[in-house]
């Protein structure tokens, strides 16, 4: 890990990277939560919850239907951002198709990266319409989510100029098939087809060596090197700012899963043997195996999968768990609970990544339920691995960057918006209502 500080220190000092996230995949204390659904009723924007350093990962849920009117995919974020508003689909869609404009996102969405978070884009989702007939049908939506989403160029961008950091698959209707291909496909057109996110690193080290040999400066040896984006301070307490470019194609973009804990997961479960993906979010809730279940509970088998099966050695197993009562039809655990599986996992899997929570609407208005559990991650990883070098503050009063934009983030859409036809004074950022809810 000193060897990964050691390594962007010099590159930045050098000027040789002009990105550096804090985002760091090899640790066992991450944090991801899902954003879109607004699960408690008051979702805000997604920068509302960048203001600290709690979420390190942020799936936007969902794009739910691949294959829509005009041939596009549809995406849904209830109140912020939907194309079915009051039983109507909303005019702020591209021409000919039911795919909305969230082109206002990007905002949102750069202050997040810029603030060391990774944003994905969640696919499919309890009601979604998705699946493949093919390979070639999915190397060809692969292609067209590239080009939407990710670092590939189209007139439709449904979030602006923002880049997003990589994919999330939650899948959980449709035919099984292909998705391993729509992985090999998203991974070819990164350019990332021989790498996961531990051998990105490497070779970033080896690129950093031989620019620095060609310069006439000593090599930087790359032992403990874990993920090219790791970004810490010193254990002195010095602090260095990571040079951010959030509109940089050329970054590594990350893929993940969210399978149900019965293993082998009937919808995805093919395609995590098949094709690498970086982390795994297991549903640990609304099954048997959940985490209201401790004798059925069973991380040890998505260990084994991780170290036997996976077609990633290095996969990240997380801990899903709801983000209140509300949020899921069972399995709910209190942090402090959750807190007690996190301690166990840290100490026995190596496999083990962090928490998934679902969703980070309900775990804020649960008594910041994600803040709970992200404080006992830290400080359970600090007693275990305390070589490692130590996080930045999970204060609630971090030090993102500054907002510009005049959403009144306490607004919430009702039913009244629904009785009022005339809608000509409505803002073009304005809340939308009856979004099609979703529940992992």
Request: glycine share 8%; hydrophobic share 35%.
């Amino acid at each position: 890990m000193r060897g990964a500080f050691s390594l962007a220190f010099f590159i930045l000092s050098l000027g040789l990277l002009e990105r550096v996230v804090a985002f760091d995949l090899s640790r066992k204390d991450n944090l991801a939560a899902y954003w879109g659904q607004d699960s408690a009723g008051n979702q805000k924007r997604l920068s509302s919850y960048c203001n600290d350093t709690t979420i390190d990962v942020f799936p936007i849920a969902f794009l739910y239907i691949f294959r829509g009117e005009g041939g596009e995919p549809v995406i849904d974020f209830a109140n912020v951002c939907a194309t079915l508003i009051c039983n109507k689909w909303d005019d702020d869609t591209y021409s000919g198709t039911d795919l909305a404009n969230c082109s206002f996102m990007a905002e949102d969405i750069k202050q997040c990266q810029a603030a060391g978070k990774v944003i994905t884009l969640s696919l499919g989702g309890a009601t979604g319409e998705v699946g493949f007939s093919s390979d070639s049908q999915a190397e060809t939506f692969a292609d067209q989510i590239w080009n939407q989403f990710l670092g590939g160029e189209s007139d439709i961008r449904p979030f602006g100029d923002a880049i997003l950091d990589g994919l999330d698959l939650d899948i959980e209707s449709g035919t099984p098939a292909h998705y391993a291909a729509f992985v090999h496909r998203i991974r070819s057109n990164a350019g990332l087809t021989n790498f996961t996110a531990a051998s990105y690193a490497l070779n970033v080290t080896a690129q950093a060596n031989a620019t620095l040999a060609l310069n006439g400066n000593a090599t930087i040896h790359g032992q403990g090197v874990d993920n090219s984006t790791t970004h810490h301070g010193h254990k002195n307490g010095t602090n260095t700012t990571a040079v951010i470019d959030v509109t940089n194609r050329k970054k590594y973009y990350y893929i993940t899963a969210a399978p149900q804990c019965p293993y082998p997961d009937a919808y995805i479960g093919a395609a995590l043997n098949e094709a690498p993906f970086d982390a795994v979010y297991v549903q640990f809730y609304n099954n048997y195996c959940g985490l209201d279940q401790p004798d059925e509970y069973n991380f040890d088998t998505w260990d084994k999968w991780a170290k036997t099966k996976s077609a990633n050695p290095d996969v990240k197993v997380y801990i899903g768990a709801p983000g209140s009562k509300d949020s899921a039809g069972q399995g709910y655990v209190s942090a402090e609970r959750l807190a007690e599986y996190v301690s166990d996992a840290q100490e026995k899997y190596s496999s083990f990544g962090g928490v998934m929570i679902w969703d980070i609407s309900t775990a804020h208005t649960n008594n910041r339920f994600d803040l709970g559990i992200k404080t006992a991650m830290v400080t359970s990883a600090l007693k275990l691995f305390p070589e490692e070098l130590p996080r930045n503050s999970t204060s609630p009063t971090g030090t993102s960057p500054t907002r510009t934009d005049t959403a009144d983030d306490s607004d919430t859409a009702s039913a009244e918006d629904c009785e009022d036809e005339d809608h000509s004074a409505e803002s073009s950022h304005r809340r939308r209502v009856n979004s099609r809810f979703f529940r992992l």
